[in-house]
């Protein structure tokens, strides 16, 4: 992948190089480690200002550890995460200890998935949303509440209900209370982990509105950790698609939906049920056979060949890079100019 | 209204189940009709909290206290077995069966099984999948142990299962989440049921594990020719498997009618309004999406009249707000709960409804 993006191009706001996230397995008496879940191993992206990168993947493939390593929940164990302040300075987030992190939690803020365990149940409104407020800045209580206000206007509350509780609110309420919080200090970059996995349709879309609307309005860049293709699809410029810790594919949205270049990412795309029935895909949707592999004890060679339709001898042995093949489109499949695959348009 | 049709498997009419809690009583389900005819798949869409899940549990007589069945006749059409050359049937109102009874207890698990949303939580995490299947068999069937543990086998391997002889010994824990979902469908189908009702059965799975999940389901069932009642709140996978649909909102049937009707000709606004706020795989890019606006109503605060009418954009004022409207057939087996359509009691149908 192209080195050192972000010193070349000012309107990269975070470039994440060769990042890995090990977690290590201990055992016995001794608590000796025996070996290491690669949760994430060896991801680069690169994230626009302004723009909405989606981060898509089956559960357990890695993307909301990538995403909690960026906002450094996680110290990772290797790599680079650099990230362009407002000042224009370039910081590594992977090398900061908590002192050097406090002034970058102000410009990076999360929003998680679900709105009924991310909330304390013993903080009002006002609490929750100002928390941040009270703890990054110098503002007034008066001052604190008047902004608080102003967020909750903003997301779709009634500021009078500021001092309430969280019980009183339906999901998708409390997921605005969430993303009220995560905009309290104005933030830059804001990585919104499955923000509406756990709401019903006719929610999902309101919510999906106003973070669109949000980010017009406040010029925020998301990273979107989500599952849901068409969620990403719909919400996304760019997107990522992460199997057992690395990055498989990356490219522009309608590029990778109609003109996929890796096999998973095809496979992954069938799998989505159309909501029309005149495409009803079954015999025509591509089923993956067995599970997806171990991050503890991968597979040899490229992750993906014990599941691919695709895979030759070389994939078992020899573990593809992540290259470009020009506009922006990086795959890291051996074959990637030779295979023909399905985009989500070529179903017939 | 006794012998409706040939293939009828279940007659749900008029099904109430309430919750009757401290602070009021919650009418989960209220009034809800339908049927299911043997071998065809039903999906029940519906946001949480509008009684699918409800409705699937008061088949099953399995409402936890202190909610109750208050009313309404679930008829079930058991085809006698071992009769000669006639198929004697004879019908069976689940409603009046005493939720612990004997007679329910044959039922459950025999001829109607249930698959949950959550596999890891509905298995039990101390006993192997094969002791929990083969539990369900011993329970319906005169077999030996032996015979069950091989009927255990047998019914794994169908379910996909790879090397079911050494998995028949494995606890929950040690299979992964789609192996667990199989576990749990290959428990449901150890007995043949005729109807298996499916709950959320791939909402907690990943994409590429549904998939698996929803191929095997709809090929056993072409297989062993049963009924599946499909509760989910994933339009995509209604499309995908369902015969005929129905659509639930705050425990009444919005709407009802064969799956190609209701995504291409929906009539009621809330089908509607459901369907256009789901953003489309290969849909058309960054077009605002249009929502419903406000949300589902406190439980126990039911509006009066068409529980819609509060989100609704058609709503017609002195009218929906205070009158249910009746089921109203718009041919074949849609029908349809709105005042838009059918006889109004004073006005003429207004027409835009259904502007798909």
Not at chain 1, 161 to 178: D, V, W
Not at chain 2, 51 to 64: E, L, Y
Not at chain 2, 311 to 326: Q, S, W
Request: glycine share 8%; charged share 25%; hydrophobic share 40%.
């Amino acid at each position: 992948m192209t080195i050192d993006l972000i010193h070349q191009d000012d309107s990269v706001l975070l470039e994440v190089r060769n990042l890995k996230m090990h977690f290590p397995i201990r055992k016995g008496f001794l608590r000796r480690q025996v070996g290491a879940v690669r949760a994430v191993d060896d991801v680069n992206f690169f994230v626009r200002k302004g723009e909405t990168l989606g981060l898509v993947g089956e559960s357990g493939c890695g993307k909301t550890t990538t995403g909690r390593c960026i906002l450094r929940a996680y110290t990772p164990t290797a790599g680079e995460i650099l990230y362009r302040r407002g000042s224009g300075d370039i910081v590594d987030l992977a090398t900061l200890d908590d002192t050097g992190m406090k002034p970058m939690w102000r410009e990076i803020r999360m929003i998680f998935q679900d709105p009924y365990s991310s909330l304390n149940p013993r903080m009002t409104l006002l609490e929750i949303v100002g928390d941040p407020l009270k703890l990054n800045t110098a503002l007034s209580g008066k001052e604190i509440e008047e902004r608080v206000a102003f967020l909750l206007r903003r997301v779709g509350l009634r500021p009078e209900y500021m001092h309430r509780y969280p019980h009183a609110f339906s999901g998708g309420e409390r997921q605005r209370i969430g993303i009220a919080r995560s905009l309290a200090l104005n933030p830059r970059l804001v990585v919104a982990d499955e923000a509406v996995s756990a709401l019903d349709v006719s929610v999902r879309a309101q919510i999906l509105n106003l973070l669109q609307d949000l980010q017009q309005e406040f010029g925020l860049t998301y990273i979107f950790v989500a599952h849901d293709l068409s969620v990403v699809e719909y919400l996304c410029d760019r997107v990522a698609v992460m199997y057992v810790g690395k990055l498989v594919e990356l490219a522009k949205t309608e590029t990778l939906y109609e003109n996929p270049r890796h096999p998973y990412t095809e496979a992954l795309m069938s799998a989505v049920p159309k909501p029309n029935p005149k495409q009803r895909g079954r015999g025509k949707r591509i089923i993956l056979e067995g599970d997806v592999a171990d991050p503890a004890n991968p597979p040899k060679g490229c992750y993906f060949h014990p599941r691919c339709r695709y895979a030759k001898a070389r994939c078992s042995q020899e573990a593809p890079a992540l290259r470009n093949l020009g506009d922006d489109h990086f795959v890291s499949c051996h074959f990637a100019e030779e295979l023909t695959l399905r985009g989500v348009g070529a179903r017939s | 209204m006794i012998m409706a049709s040939e293939n009828m498997l279940i007659e749900v009419k008029n099904l109430k189940t309430h919750f009757f809690l401290d602070q009021g009583t919650v009418k989960a389900v209220d009034g809800v009709d339908f049927d299911i005819n043997r071998g065809e798949t039903l999906c029940v869409v519906g946001e949480s909290g509008c009684g699918k899940s409800i409705t699937a549990r008061s088949i099953m007589q399995i409402v936890d206290p202190p909610g109750r069945i208050v009313s309404g006749e679930m008829l079930l059409h058991r085809r006698a077995s071992g009769s000669g050359s006639g198929q004697v049937e004879d019908v069976v109102d689940l409603a009046k069966l005493a939720p612990n009874g004997r007679e329910i207890r044959t039922i459950r698990g025999k001829e109607i099984a249930m698959i949950f949303q959550e596999p890891m939580t509905s298995l039990s995490p101390v006993h192997t999948i094969g002791h929990q299947i083969s539990q369900a068999i011993t329970l319906h069937n005169r077999v030996t142990k032996e015979q069950a543990r091989q009927q255990t086998v047998d019914v794994l391997k169908l379910v996909g299962i790879p090397k079911p002889e050494m998995r028949v010994d494995n606890y929950p824990f040690q299979l992964s989440g789609g192996m667990r979902q199989r576990a749990m469908i290959a428990m449901a189908l150890s007995c043949h049921p005729s109807l298996l009702i499916a709950d959320e059965p791939t909402t907690a799975l990943d994409v590429t594990t549904q998939a698996q999940i929803l191929d095997l389901m709809t090929g056993l069932q072409e297989e062993l020719g049963m009924a599946m009642m499909f509760i989910t709140h994933d339009l995509g996978v209604v499309a995908e498997i369902a015969d005929r649909v129905v659509v639930m909102y705050l425990g009444v049937v919005a709407e009802s009618g064969d799956v190609e009707t209701i995504f291409n000709e929906p009539k009621h606004p809330y089908t509607t309004a459901l369907l256009r706020s789901i953003p489309q795989v290969g849909g058309k890019l960054r077009q605002r999406l249009d929502t419903i606006k406000g949300m589902v109503p406190d439980p126990y605060n039911r509006p009066q009249g068409c529980p819609f009418h509060t989100r609704c954009i058609n709503r017609i004022p002195g009218l929906c707000n205070k009158t249910l409207p009746p089921n109203v057939s718009l041919g074949g087996s849609h029908e349809v709960r709105c005042w838009l359509f059918g006889s109004s009691p004073s006005n003429e149908p207004l027409q835009n409804g259904g502007a798909g």
